[in-house]
């Protein structure tokens, strides 16, 4: 089972430079990937990224989606597969590309993948990570661990287009990010009103909640029912309290 590389959209997050975008667009139209969404400002130079795209890649330019937030970006993605190079306990665990390939391979049948690429300088904060639902890191030498935008596009873009599932059955539609960060909204308040977790530092709880359901991968109405028994505890909580 091949990538449906039509449910599959790059996200560039605040990107510094319009040839990077067009060098984006190349790498893209090379591995069949002709979605890209730009997160932050929409005044890049057209003419250099075209120089950097080339014709070939045109229409992939002429599709180009700008939004203002990365909500906005990632709201109508199913599953959200984030890039960086900078490790550590906050901002796994980590997956390589070929084995999250596999995985985009099978969800990608009947749900919408966002490949998460951050700032050319800074790469992705924990912020951004932690609305994804897998975080992929390309093994590079110790001595130089920057990779170009465009080359870091490419390689897991190559990775997911020579990918196959070795799944009889496709992943079904899994909940959209959007109705995943209200759910986990719903559930920082309630455990930081019982006192499960500091409400002035809940991040690093939440951050393991969300890896935990990220490898459950919730449906819709799966969301929907945690929203739903999070409501009744915040009701009987409210009413133990008073």
């Not at 190079?85 to 084995?99: E, H, N, T």
């Amino acid at each position: 089972m091949k990538a449906k590389t039509k449910n599959i959209s790059i996200v560039l997050y605040k990107p510094k430079y319009s040839g990077n975008i067009g060098a984006v667009a190349r790498a893209a139209k090379n591995m069949g990937i002709s979605n890209i969404v730009v997160v932050g400002k929409t005044d890049f130079d057209r003419e250099e990224m075209q120089q950097r795209s080339t014709h070939l890649a045109a229409d992939v330019l002429d599709q180009i989606q700008y939004v203002k937030s990365i909500g906005e970006a990632l709201g109508k993605f199913n599953y959200i597969v984030g890039t960086t190079a900078r490790l550590g306990k906050a901002r796994g665990p980590f997956i390589a590309p070929r084995a999250v390939a596999k995985n985009i391979a099978d969800i990608s049948q009947k749900n919408k993948v966002a490949l998460l690429f951050g700032p050319e300088d800074t790469g992705l904060a924990n912020e951004e990570l932690r609305l994804c639902h897998a975080v992929v890191t390309i093994p590079t030498s110790r001595e130089f661990t920057s990779l170009n935008l465009s080359h870091a596009v490419m390689i897991l873009g190559y990775e997911i287009f020579t990918a196959a599932s070795a799944a009889e059955t496709a992943t079904p539609k899994l909940a959209l990010s959007s109705e995943l960060e209200g759910m986990y909204g719903q559930i920082e308040t309630l455990l930081a009103d019982i006192d499960f977790i500091n409400p002035e530092n809940p991040d690093y709880w939440m951050m393991h909640l969300r890896r935990f359901f990220s490898r459950a991968g919730l449906l819709s109405r799966e969301a929907g029912l945690i929203r739903g028994i999070c409501r009744k505890l915040e009701r009987y909580a409210h009413h133990k309290i008073t």
